[in-house]
Each structure stands twice: as structure tokens, then as C-alpha cells.
């Protein structure tokens, strides 16, 4: 006992750290690998929606006409008179129509409306970028259990963060850009893992600090802002009654025309509605802090009641974090930053855990076959198996009729099935001892699903092609392609290792 | 062309060169050059190596304030991954 204590307290700060970086880091890092897939493609959750909507053609930045309005006001009274709760986005750059929005379970319906001639935009029902974007912070475990493990989970990689800095500290500075693809197996893993961590760093710690904090108050329920503030949460939560006892929706019009005199040209984000009153909320697109200003006018007579700003310091606090971690304030090019920094996040855990099984590999007995055997398969099932279903959302989304009732659910449960597929066939692979293997097949679905997706767009797009603009369905199928030949290159790479192995 | 995409582009283009400076002192880099840059070539790369990154942020943060600062971080990953897979290359065509 005396000796185990003594060798126990003779280990480095470094050997333990390393202990806690790979233990930690894997048992967290597969499901914080797909946080970061999933919020990767949220940063472009509303160009994602648009792709996934091919029919749309039209689309205007001007104040929304008194008829849209009244289209608008038409749909959330019938929403409120079966008890849903409602919202309304106005148009901006990134979205220029007016949107219905309703909670539905885990996802979100939509109803489109011109902002011009106020009619209702024939648009196919789908689950859009807000799948991404909700996964990323749910995992689909509802808003409360799959917060809290989601913040437990960013937790869990600051501490990776942390130990991971204290063991490579060392090799930290001269490495940091030092790629030497043809070492020796684990060198080429360690530099890429160290590129993508080290240099992205302050990206990575931003996200996963500002994610734990903006979702604190699932931990710590009673924090100082909500004691400074009184409570601040938007209106409609309960706090005026039930939506069947709401009253006859004002003209939006004039509101609309005052929240804009209150937050400028463009400062008006969406309506909310409780069943006493109407809220304008600022664009979280205005300013780099996500303010969530609000101007609450009255449902009876549509006068102004009163105009909320919270700006105490933990309130100020709060909304920068959520600004800089939702990116919602960002221009495109920004948003690209996020993106290629989001990618080199998942690098980061994909070649993490690949670097943990190869050294568990080296060392592990028959005792440990089955173990082994199910971080393998869920490894491969995980790096590669989400994005092969990410993918597949994208491909159902153009191939299951328009007109299908479904269509939502078809697409979500299309994530999980073939994600479901992937696991399995990764499991298989590692059973039999062909793990490689397993990871060339996925990885050969995954390039072909990414290469051709902007060939299917085309085929699938072609009527309204001429009517619309290309910008955001050339930069969904310019990053899939990139991305597809990037995956294509593993693959070659998988397949030269796979035939090294059978040499030897 | 917006200030902040101007802003991207300088804190890109400075991260960039001052990485490559860093990444091409290495001595795992330099020992598989046949050419070995010189003496006084060096120490200019070792200033420049500090003294582009602060010009970013610096130029950064006087043209777009905190959205600069935002764009000097982030501009770092790319830039260095780019400069990483040229060295890279540039080893391996040498060795």
C-alpha cells in the first residue's frame, strides 16, 4: 500500500495530466465530436434551411407590407386558438421572408410568407439547419437532461483542454506548425492533433467556455442576474395567462414602424406573443452581444408598455458570451472562420480518440478484446458514421417527395437510422478484426455522398435555377465538395495503410 | 469590400508570414533543407516572428474594435494550418 502510494505520488504533473487528457477526452470526446459536427453546420443553420427549401425564389429586405403582416397575424391567431405557442422572424440579409415559427417537439415547423405581396410561400416541409443546430445543444435529449449533459460535457472539455495543454506544453511552441505526414505512425496523428488544437485554441476554449456559461443557469438556477433583473425571461412564459384567453392580435404595422424608431434600420429581429401582449425583439444580427432588447406593446390598443435593456454586468456578460458563441452578429466571412474552426475542433477529437486506440491497441490483451472492440466500432461509427448521416439528411432531403406528410419526421429519423447503420457496420468491422477496412468503406460512402451532393442539387433544383440566387446553394455544395475531396484523399491514404498491413 | 473583411484579410496575411517565419526556424524544418537560410536572414525572421502577429492585432483592433480582435484570433488557425501543410510540402520535396 505504501509503495503504491509512493510511486502514485512520484508521477509528473505531466504523466497525470496525461491520464486525465486521454480518459476524459475520450469518454467525453465522442459525444463531444458530435456537438461540434452538428455545430459546425449550424453556423450556416439558416443557408442550410434555404438549400433544403430549393423552391424558393423570391425573398425582399424591405419592411414587410401591411398585407404580410396581416398574413402573419392570420397564422398565429390560428396557432394561438389550438394553444401553440408562435413566433415570428422578420426578414433579414440571411433570411429576407417573413417566418411562422412553431415548436414542434424537438423540431421547428415554418410557414414562409412574402415579406411583399403577403402570400404563403409553397415551400417543402423540412427540418432544415434547426436539426443541426438543436442536436448541438440537446443531443435530441430534451431541453433539459440533454442541456445538462451538454454542458457536463463542455466541462469535461475544458478539462481536456487543460490537461492537453499542460502535456504538450513542452513541444507546444515549435510544433505549432510542424505537419510531418510521412513520420512514423502515431507522429503524423500527434501532429495534426496538436495543428488543430493548438492553433485553434482560442477558438475551441471561446466555444466551450461561453457554451457552459450561456446554458449556466441549468446548473445554477438562481444566478445574479436573474436576482438583479427579476427574472428577464421573454414574455408569453406563463407569466400572462394561457394562449386560449389571448386577445385579438393589433396591427403589426405600426409596431413594427415604432420597435424600428427604438432599435434602427434592421434592429428588429422577430415578434413574440403572449395573450396580453406583443414583443419586438432586437436582430441578434445588430450588435456582437446578443441584447434580446425588447419593446412590448399592449394586445388591446397596440401601444407601447414598456422597453426592456438589460445591461447590469452579468447581464452584459451573458449576452457577449452568447454573441460570440452563436455567431449570430457575424458577417459571412466570419462565419466561414467559425466554420473552418469548428472542423479543425472535430479534427482535433477525431484524431484524439484515433491516437488513444492506437496506443490502447499496442497494449491490450485478450481480456480487453471486447472492450477494445466497442470503442473501435464506436469511434468509427462516430468520426465517420455521423457525417455520413449528416449527409444523408441533405440527400433525403431532395429525394423524398415534396408533397410527403412526413416529411420532418422522415428527415430526422433519416440522421438516426443511417447513423444507426454506420455504427453497426463499425461494430461488425471491429469484430472481425477489420477495423481499417471498416474505416475505408465508410469513409469511401462519406466521399461519394459529399462529391455528388452538388450534382444532385442541380438535378433536383433545375426548374427554379433561373429565378434565384446562387450564393448560398454554391456555398453548401462548394464546402461538400471540398469537403468530399478532402475525405477522398483519406480514403486513398486508408487504402495504401490497409495494403502496407496485409504486407506485413 | 466592408472594413471587417479587410480586417480578416490583413490579420490572415501577417498571422500567415509570421508563422511561416517560426515554422522555418524550427530546427526539425531546417535540418531537411539543403539551402540553410542566413545568419542575419534568421534573426530578421525571429523579429518578424512576433512583430507581424502584434501588427495584426493591433491594425485589427484600431479599424474594427472588438469584432477586430474576434477576426485577429480566428484568422490564426487558418493561416497557420496553410503555412503548416506548405512547410510540409516543402520538407518533403527536399528530403
Known sequence: MNTARAVTSGLSLRT?????????????????????????????????????????????????????????????????????????????????????????????????????????????????GTLFFRFHYTLRMGRMFGVVLVEALGIGLLVTLGSGLVIHLRALVPNLVMFRPNGASPRAWMDAHVIAAVLFLPFTFMVAWTGVVIHADRIFPFTAETRQEGGGGPPGRGQHGHHRDALPIPALGPILDDATQLFGEGGTGFLQFSPRSVSVMRSDASTLPQTRDRAEYDRRTGKRLKVTRQRSGPAQTRQVMTGLHMAHWAPTPMRWLYFLSGIAGSVMFGTGLVMFLLKRRRTATSRHFLALVLAEGLTLGTVIGLPVACAAVLWANRLVPASLTDRMTTESACLFLVWGICVVHALARALQKHVLHGWREQAALLAVLLCLLPALDIATRWQWLGQQKQWDYLGVDAATLMLGLMVLRGCVFLGRSIKREAVK | MSMFAIVLAESSL??????????????????????????????????????????????????????????????????????????????????
Open chain 1, 16 to 128: 497525470r495530466m496525461g491520464w486525465l487528457h486521454a480518459w476524459v477526452g475520450f469518454v467525453c470526446g465522442l459525444l463531444l465530436l458530435c456537438i461540434f459536427i452538428t455545430g459546425t453546420l449550424a453556423v450556416f443553420d439558416t443557408e442550410i434551411t434555404r438549400w433544403m427549401q430549393p423552391e424558393f425564389t423570391g425573398g425582399s429586405l424591405a419592411r414587410p407590407s401591411d398585407a404580410a403582416l396581416a398574413r402573419a397575424s392570420a397564422l398565429v391567431s390560428e396557432q394561438e386558438a389550438q394553444h401553440h405557442r408562435v413566433s415570428v422572424t422578420l426578414p433579414s440579409a440571411r433570411d429576407p421572408v417573413l417566418r411562422v415559427v412553431q415548436p414542434e417537439g424537438m423540431d421547428v415547423i415554418t410557414t414562409a410568407i412574402d415579406p411583399v405581396t403577403g402570400e404563403v410561400l409553397n415551400l417543402r416541409k423540412t427540418v432544415g
Open chain 2, 14 to 95: 501577417l498571422w500567415g508570414v509570421g508563422l511561416a517565419c517560426h515554422g522555418a526556424l524550427q530546427p526539425a524544418w531546417l535540418r531537411r533543407q539543403t539551402v540553410q537560410p542566413a545568419i542575419s536572414l534568421q534573426q530578421w525572421m525571429k523579429r518578424l516572428r512576433v512583430f507581424l502577429p502584434l501588427l495584426a492585432l493591433i491594425l485589427a483592433v484600431a479599424l474594427a474594435g472588438g469584432e477586430g480582435l474576434v477576426a485577429w484570433i480566428a484568422s490564426a488557425g487558418p493561416a497557420g494550418v496553410l503555412v503548416a501543410l506548405a512547410l510540409s510540402a516543402t520538407a518533403r520535396k527536399h528530403a
